[in-house]
């Protein structure tokens, strides 16, 4: 696509319940990266793909969140048993080589409630 | 761990001023150096980066940034500002011996008054 395509753009969660996130990159894009952004607050960095597998996952807050890229393209972010604190903005941004020689390309996000 | 700050959290300015948006950045070895924007309700795009060579770097809408490297820095710079400014600002490091990934400021909110 032209851009870089997350859904949903927001998701209203009961804590406690699972929640999945997609992001779509740009197609033929190598890299893929998630990052959170509270409010006030920079992106802070979760995980990082470089085709199918995870090559940066030090950002994971804990093992309620998973990601996936299972065929280097689509990346699901997942979140299990989710709490309050888990409520931000959630970003997806794609680079065509790792590193982002050109730059991140990012999506609009999605806003995650956890209420 | 490499960190990056921008000391203003908060501008305001009017239209026709000159705006300057500090960053700094915690790490001795080689960068590359991103200015991203995000305008109200849209997502973040790149609106200058600095990989080598002159320190000076043109961006995007007016924008430039200087990267001193003596200082850790990598300021943002307008000659005179428009309304259409008004954005969340952000510097972002890479460091490819730390990982391909950026890592980002606490960001600066400028609003422009008209």
């Known amino acids: 696509g032209a851009g870089v395509s997350q859904t949903p753009s927001n998701k209203v969660t009961e804590k406690g319940k699972y929640v999945e996130l997609r992001c779509d990159p740009i197609s033929g894009h190598t890299a893929l990266y998630w990052y959170r952004q509270s409010l006030g607050q920079g992106p802070e960095f979760l995980i990082y793909?470089?085709?199918?597998?995870?090559?940066?996952d030090s950002g994971l807050p804990n093992d309620r969140f998973f990601a996936v890229r299972p065929e280097g393209s689509v990346s699901t972010l997942k979140i299990q048993r989710t709490e309050r604190g888990d409520s931000a903005v959630y970003l997806c941004a794609s680079s065509l080589l790792a590193g982002g020689g050109g730059g991140y390309t990012f999506g609009s996000g999605t806003r995650l409630t956890v209420v | 761990a490499q960190s990056v700050s921008q000391h203003n959290h908060h501008v305001i300015l009017s239209e026709a001023a000159s705006l300057e948006l500090g960053c700094n950045y915690s790490y001795g070895g080689t960068v590359n150096l991103f200015w991203y924007v995000q305008y109200p309700g849209q997502h973040l795009q790149l609106l200058l980066k600095?990989?080598?060579?002159?320190?000076l770097v043109k961006g995007i809408k007016g924008f430039e940034a200087e990267f001193i490297k003596s200082k850790f820095s990598f300021n943002l710079r307008k000659p005179s500002v428009q309304w259409s400014d008004t954005a969340e600002y952000f510097c972002a490091v890479l460091i490819k011996a730390a990982g391909n990934k950026l890592t980002f400021g606490g960001g600066t909110r400028v609003l422009v008054k008209p």
């Open positions: 793909f470089q085709g199918t597998g995870a090559a940066d």
């Open positions: 600095y990989f080598s060579g002159d320190p």
